[in-house]
């Protein structure tokens, strides 16, 4: 879906949200732990948020959000972003948009 | 000689009546009749006998002549009255004693059946055990079987490490461990859906482990801080590693938690709304059950990061040091299990005496 590429290259790291929905609040925090800010794109208050909701779960977010993507490409959602930050590579992926810099391990 | 005669006889028709009385009710269930009437006759004569004795006070012939009827009848109603009510606390008092007998019969195969799936007894698990979920009685069964298997599987651990055996043969051990813990939080999702309050509060596991409950588990990072000191011979690269993961684990986890505590008060908001309105409080019931979703959406996450941890440690570290991985962490486990056992039996009397 064209909207759902637009609006996801807009920002470095943008979440597909919805305002009730509780892990997507979670991987938010996630993300302003990181240093990282994240444009959260609320899909109840979008005026085609139904369609945006089955286009991803098309493309296998299951949720369908928090749908999560970085530099332009899908992640995932909680589950793909929880293994990618322990196996160490979410930092890696963020580190051009982190805006604080952390005493990480580099 | 008539006087004496006129105290004798009350006494004695009460001696009389008092154990009839009793013999009928609890002889003979069946009795519904009051006591034979022969006796009554015999004290009856005695009565009349009575009312031409000239002590007596006179109150006129035909009065004297009805009285001694009168009060036997009215005595008879009395005692007629009495029987039917001893009888009906009676059978309440039975029935008392029956449904305890049932119940006492019920909490002695529950203490059997924990018994058996060798989990520790305390007293909320059985206050608990009135379940009638069927998703969740499923589970408890099924978590009596892991945590049997899993007391196998950490002696054979210990075993394995003890022998000469190669890493080949230890990693079939170390994969079996882990695949033990993945079956785990695959019945604790089903179980989510079934009850995710059961879940959430730990209501399957021992006090102690309860104590240090995470969103219906172990805190990953916790038990990584707790069991690695414990791995010999890790390198400096492992080292870094394991310390990498914990920071990971642990943001993971505050962001779980800040979530958790978002939906916490959403719920308890859904609930509220409305109070001290006119109207039944169906539609606020319905909302919080819809949120109740996201609660299993939590618990599935959790667990995620549980086996998660599992996963990368596993990859971080050695298969000989995975294998005392796992073997150090079933042997806390049941180190916990085993201090729920202690502290719920252990007499509290002793525990003053030595402050």
């Known amino acids: 879906m064209e909207k759902i590429g637009k609006v996801a290259s807009e920002n470095g790291v943008v979440i597909f949200s919805k305002s009730t929905c509780c892990l997507c609040y979670a991987v938010q925090i996630l993300f302003r732990d990181l240093g990282v800010q994240a444009a959260v794109h609320e899909i109840d208050h979008d005026p085609d948020g139904k369609e945006i909701e089955k286009a991803l779960m098309r493309l296998g977010c299951s949720g369908p959000v928090p749908a999560v993507y970085i530099g332009g490409k899908l992640m995932g959602s909680t589950n793909e972003v929880m293994s990618l930050h322990l196996s160490g590579s979410l930092l890696q992926l963020i580190r051009p948009y982190q805006q604080t810099n952390l005493s990480s391990h580099d | 000689?008539?006087?004496?005669?006129?105290?004798?006889?009350?006494?004695?028709?009460?001696?009389?009546?008092?154990?009839?009385?009793?013999?009928?009710?609890?002889?003979?269930?069946?009795?519904?009749?009051?006591?034979?009437?022969?006796?009554?006759?015999?004290?009856?004569?005695?009565?009349?006998?009575?009312?031409?004795?000239?002590?007596?006070?006179?109150?006129?012939?035909?009065?004297?002549?009805?009285?001694?009827?009168?009060?036997?009848?009215?005595?008879?109603?009395?005692?007629?009255?009495?029987?039917?009510?001893?009888?009906?606390?009676?059978?309440?008092?039975?029935?008392?004693?029956?449904?305890?007998?049932?119940?006492?019969?019920q909490l002695e195969q529950e203490l059997d059946r924990a018994r058996q799936q060798g989990m520790c007894v305390d007293a909320s698990q059985l206050a608990y055990t009135g379940n009638t979920n069927p998703g969740i009685t499923a589970f408890e069964a099924e978590y009596g079987h892991w945590v049997e298997e899993q007391n196998r599987q950490v002696s054979d651990l210990k075993n394995a490490l003890h022998s000469e055996m190669g890493d080949m043969e230890l990693q079939i051990f170390v994969e079996g461990g882990m695949r033990h813990y993945f079956e785990l939080f695959a019945m604790k999702v089903t179980a989510a859906r079934a009850d995710v309050?059961?879940?959430?509060?730990?209501?399957?596991?021992?006090?102690?482990?309860?104590?240090?409950?995470?969103?219906?588990?172990?805190?990953?990072?916790?038990?990584?801080?707790v069991l690695s000191p414990h791995l010999d011979a890790l390198t400096e690269q492992q080292r870094l590693d394991i310390v990498n993961l914990t920071q990971s684990c642990q943001q993971a986890e505050d962001a779980l938690s800040q979530g958790m505590e978002k939906l916490q008060f959403i719920l308890a908001q859904a609930i509220a709304d409305g109070l001290l309105r006119e109207g039944n409080y169906l539609p606020q019931i319905g909302a919080a059950m819809n949120k109740l979703e996201d609660l299993v959406r939590f618990v599935v996450q959790a667990d995620h990061l549980r086996q998660e941890t599992l996963q990368q440690i596993s990859r971080i570290l050695t298969i000989r040091q995975a294998a005392s991985g796992l073997l150090a962490l079933g042997e806390y486990l049941q180190r916990l299990r085993v201090l729920s056992s202690c502290w719920s039996s252990h007499p509290r009397d002793v525990c003053v005496s030595k402050i």
């Open chain 2, 1 to 105: 000689m008539n006087s004496t005669t006129t105290h004798f006889v009350p006494s004695r028709r009460m001696g009389l009546y008092e154990p009839l009385h009793q013999m009928s009710m609890w002889g003979d269930f069946r009795l519904d009749s009051p006591p034979p009437p022969p006796l009554v006759l015999e004290v009856d004569a005695n009565l009349d006998n009575q009312s031409e004795d000239t002590s007596r006070p006179t109150f006129g012939a035909s009065q004297e002549a009805s009285k001694p009827d009168d009060k036997v009848l009215r005595r008879l109603a009395q005692n007629r009255e009495a029987a039917r009510k001893s009888r009906l606390r009676k059978k309440a008092y039975v029935q008392q004693l029956e449904n305890s007998k049932l119940r006492l019969i």
């Open chain 2, 197 to 225: 309050f059961y879940i959430m509060s730990g209501m399957w596991k021992t006090s102690a482990e309860r104590f240090f409950l995470w969103i219906g588990g172990f805190r990953p990072s916790e038990l990584l801080k």
